[in-house]
């Protein structure tokens, strides 16, 4: 007997077609003597419904009462759930994030998970029973409703997990793994069978959008053993190689081991210089602390080399989202930082090359630039970590860029055409 | 300073650019000093579309979850409503039946309303908060989230008004009071400025649809007086003269009692015959006791005088959508009951004549009687109250009989054409 989180995304819940097959699913897990929670999210669409809703009746809404609303999408998911693992032939309840409790901070709309109570949930385990959670809500001092922030559900679902201490938590979403790349850009990605924390996080930072970044950085906390499957592909889910698992470093063996994990995209950036920065100490906090009081995330920063004047050129980029919102911040601390021009850029692209493997291998970043040379692309920017070295290039040569360095790093199928 | 309930129907929250109409409503009121609490049903269609949902996920849904699935609906309208009464300058929260909490019984799908703790709501209003709470929903022992039945938004907003101790408890609907009779079938029925409580339930038992039949029974016994009144026409509300006021019968004095309040319609019953049953004791007790066990409401009875064989016909209405199963429980009893035929017709319609004045006055069954036989109307059935004459006729004869009973009773308005 297993402990085990199932979670299911809009896609998997939307209509009681779905959900029924859903309900499927996990009497597979139940029949197989597991205790199982099952985590939900709302309808695919209902979320957008709801919060369209909040907007619409105020543009600055109280994020109390957009908590209460919201998370009703989670709550009608639950209760149907609920009844649809009956019909199967399932004992099975609802836990709304109040009645467990899910306790979270006050910091509604985004709220961070505490302490989950368990013992009443475990009490009803042991009785066969199926706990049906509704996703991305919890419940703040006992006294009001709390979400998590858009795509919570994932983390409610690694919470979960953890609290219960599971063996395994399985996130059911519409792609059947995490891949060495986007398959649509390469179509001799590969599927990874295991995947560490770090390396999804990277992945997921940089946009390989499978799971919540918040919920791999609990996982990694927690050492929750997540894995990525698919809702729509029917197999033994104790089968090792359906899905993607995301580990801890120790349990991915050296046989196993890849210098580099996987390459990643992200046309979601804005590249903006500051011209003519005077050279002097103080400057640079001058630009970034602004941004950062704004909530801004910079993320690559390159200073280029001195001008005989005495200034310099400053170039970062910061989230597309955010630059109309940077560029206004930049502009009222123009007399404080002391530059000439901004220029901004949004047909820019990140892209990453991701593995623990370049821990211990030098040449992986010359690797890089030399292929990326090679083709002709020009690097804007660069920016590294242990396990990652990200380059900025030109919007245009991001598929080029992703398909020479997943040749380049030996990552393409052998298999595929 | 007075303490007021506002309750809002379905179509007066359809749509966020409604639910800024309610919000307006209700600013005027805490404009005008008082303390409010807003009772809030779902949008319209959206329980239809969740009890849709459930039936579709399992026949045989379980109660519990199903309460989980349709409270999910007045959770939204509330939290919406309580954003935009922020958003036009009224200091407003949610409350959910949990949070109050509004304590009910366990009887999920149709509770029972028990105590409100008002503590915190009081110290709320006391802050010149505006209480949102949405109707329709409870909790079970602090545990389970329930509901009251269809319609219960109505007992809710009743509840509240007695739990706070309101002065007035103002129920909004598409219509701007209760008529002395359905005005699509009578042009010149009148509105009454009030009507009193027992009035109003044989009013809306017998197909007068402004309030829920249990809101006004509730309202009686805990004496709230109640208004009935249109969310879609402008005016003061404290002018008395504004749609209908449900009261004791001490506060309607003798200049404004009339002998008859109102002519009531009811086109949902089926008559069931049941011929040469033996006429010896306890063959009456065995057709109406599995009748009764099978929860089906009989109303007007009528035993004909019994044949010279020893043998009689007894005739009762039940509500035209148990018929079927009416007629299977009396099939399944026909030996124990001991009877000929079964006949039955949904092709009548009870027509009642409705006002605490006939207590002291004689006549008024006669001059029906007489009216309806002059018009030719036949009367198949007759069952009286003390404030209530109603007869059962052939349906097509509806309209002509409500309209004939309206100008024999003086009811018909002087200014209207």
Same mark, same amino acid.
């Given at each position: ?14 209509g009681?077609?779905?959900?029924r097959?859903?309900?499927?699913r ?5 029949d ?5 929670a099952?985590v939900? /999210? ?16 105020? /543009?600055?809404y109280?994020? +109390?009462?957009?908590? &209460? ?6 709550? !009608? ?10 019909a ?11 009645q467990?409790?899910i ?11 505490g ?12 009785d066969?029973?199926?706990?049906? !959670?509704p996703?991305?809500?919890? &419940?703040?001092?006992?006294?009001? &409703? ?17 609290a ?6 399985? !996130? ?18 590969? =599927?990874?069978? =295991? ?7 990277e ?7 499978? %799971? ?5 950085? %609990?996982?990694? +906390? ?34 196993e ?67 109309a919102?940077?560029?206004d ?15 901004h850029?949004t047909?820019?692209?990140?892209? /990453?090359?991701?593995g ?18 090679e083709?002709?692309i ?11 070295? /990200?380059?900025? !290039? ?11 360095l997943?040749?380049?790093y ?8």
């Open positions: 007997m297993a402990r085990i989180v199932m979670k299911f995304g809009g896609t998997s819940m939307a009681i077609e779905r959900i097959n859903v309900a499927a996990v009497k597979r897990e139940v197989a003597g597991n205790q199982v099952v939900v /999210s709302a309808m695919a669409g209902e979320t957008d419904r709801l919060v369209g809703f909040c907007r619409e009746a105020s /543009s600055l109280d994020a +109390k009462e957009y908590d &209460v609303v919201v998370s009703a999408g989670e709550q !009608i998911t639950s209760g149907l759930l609920a009844i649809a693992l009956q199967a032939g399932c004992k099975a309840r609802s836990w709304l994030g109040w467990l409790p306790n979270t901070s006050d910091a509604h709309g985004s709220a961070r998970i302490e989950i109570d368990t013992a009443a949930l475990d009490a009803s385990l042991a066969g029973v199926v706990a049906v !959670i996703g991305f809500q919890g &419940v703040a001092d006992g006294q009001r &409703v709390t979400t998590l922030g858009r795509g919570g559900s994932d983390t409610s679902a690694v919470a979960m997990a953890a219960m201490k599971a063996d395994r938590c399985d !996130i059911y979403t519409d792609v059947d793994g995490v891949y060495t790349t986007d398959p649509r850009i390469v179509p001799r990605a590969r =599927k990874l069978s =295991k995947v560490t924390y770090e390396e999804m996080l992945l997921a930072s940089v946009g390989a959008k499978v %799971l919540q970044t918040r919920s791999v950085g %609990l996982a990694m +906390k927690e050492n929750v053993r997540v894995r990525v499957l698919s809702s729509f592909e029917d197999g033994d889910t104790n089968d090792g190689h359906r899905g993607t698992l995301i580990v801890g470093e120790e349990e991915i063996d050296d046989m081991r890849q210098l580099i994990t996987g390459i990643a995209h992200d046309k979601n950036e804005a590249k903006i210089t500051l011209t003519q920065v005077s050279d002097r100490p103080g400057s640079v906090a001058a630009i970034f602390a602004p941004l950062a009081d704004a909530g801004i995330n910079v993320d690559m920063i390159v200073q280029n080399v001195a001008h005989s004047t005495g200034s310099t050129d400053v170039t970062f980029t910061v989230p597309a989202a955010d630059l919102r940077s560029l911040v930049l502009d009222k601390a123009k007399d404080a930082i002391g530059y000439a021009t901004i220029v850029d047909r820019v692209a990140k892209v /990453s090359v991701v623990v493997g370049m821990r211990s291998h030098a040449g992986v970043a010359s690797t890089m630039f030399t292929t990326l040379g083709r002709g020009n690097i804007q920017a660069i920016a590294t970590s242990e396990i990652k070295v /990200s380059v900025l !290039i030109e919007e245009d040569y991001t598929e080029l860029a992703v398909r020479v997943h040749t380049a030996g990552l393409d199928a052998e298999d595929a055409a």
